[in-house]
């Protein structure tokens, strides 16, 4: 990915602008007529079925996958040409209980892992001690934002699911990006612990004016946090606030099986759906098991 730096951007500008966007995956269309856009400081959820092109929405703004149809412009100018000021975790399995890598290098690794394998702080004080001493500031400050603190210093391994999404979220953050991709980060997390990131993520939001976009399957753990999410399924998609995105009609149509939208007592949306409805596309999944149910304040 070009490490180009992001020119500035006028405030009100999307960091994400796609308008009749389509992508293409071996010779698959994947999904078509694409239009959004995410600003700065904004939480945004991607929810779908399985195969839908979740991910894939992802990889069209890092400029990984061919949008042959439509614009897409993020940060600025071409997809692809904006690295610098891009974050991103791919999707990933926890890491092994044997892995004696620290917490805290894996954060580091954000800084020059890519061009340096393994950091090696003794060598970097002795190149460099005003750079060693500011890029250790640094390190500090994104592990003490996503509240990892506590345990930057143990072993990745030792460290719960949630603990080690903490410390490669701060990882991805490093570098100051204004946008943050994060692919599936609550996959295989405990509810508590998708509540504990996906609250951490809004906060990040607020505090460090990032746009995140966050690949999930469940919408109930994000919807109290989100400022906007993007349903992606049967090749299309819709996106927008969730009071404007999570009605009976929308949802309907763009899984093309009846979803309806509720109220239970406390005033909280709830989303209901048939199960054991196969989608297009080869998708078996239902959207009732695949993130659609969910609740929201």
């Not at 929405?57 to 897409?72: D, F």
């Not at 951490?200 to 939001?205: A, F, K, N, P, Q």
């Not at 239970?264 to 759906?273: H, K, P």
């Amino acid at each position: 990915m070009n490490k180009v730096p992001a020119a500035p951007l006028p405030p009100d500008a999307p960091v994400v602008r796609m308008r009749g966007a389509a992508a293409v995956v071996g010779g698959r269309q994947i999904w078509s007529e694409v239009s959004l856009d995410v600003h700065q400081g904004q939480f945004v959820a991607v929810l779908g079925p399985n195969g839908a092109g979740k991910s894939t929405l992802l990889q069209a703004v890092l400029g990984m996958t061919p949008t042959p149809e439509g614009t897409v412009e993020v940060l600025g100018g071409a997809p692809g040409r904006r690295g610098a000021g891009i974050g991103y975790l791919p999707q990933r399995r926890a890491f092994d209980t044997s892995v004696r890598i620290r917490g805290i290098d894996i954060v580091r690794l954000g800084l020059d892992g890519a061009r340096w394998g393994t950091p090696m702080p003794w060598l970097s004080k002795v190149v460099s001690p005003e750079r060693f001493r500011a890029r250790q500031r640094r390190v500090h400050e994104v592990i003490e934002l996503v509240g990892a603190t506590a345990y930057a210093h143990r072993p990745i391994g030792q460290c719960s699911g949630g603990e080690q999404q903490r410390l490669l979220i701060a990882q991805a953050l490093i570098r100051r990006p204004r946008l943050l991709l994060l692919d599936e980060p609550l996959d295989s997390l405990d509810v508590p612990s998708q509540a504990g990131i996906s609250a951490l993520v809004r906060d990040i939001c607020h505090q460090e004016r990032v746009a995140v976009m966050l690949v999930a399957h469940d919408v109930n753990p994000i919807l109290p946090y989100l400022d906007s999410l993007i349903y992606v399924a049967r090749g299309a998609a819709v996106s927008g606030n969730p009071q404007e995105v999570i009605t009976g009609d929308k949802l309907t149509a763009l899984y093309g099986i009846p979803i309806e939208v509720l109220r239970d007592s406390t005033g909280r949306l709830v989303v209901v759906g048939q199960p054991d409805i196969p989608a297009t596309h080869g998708i078996a999944d239902s959207a009732a098991g695949q993130g659609i149910s969910g609740t929201m304040p």
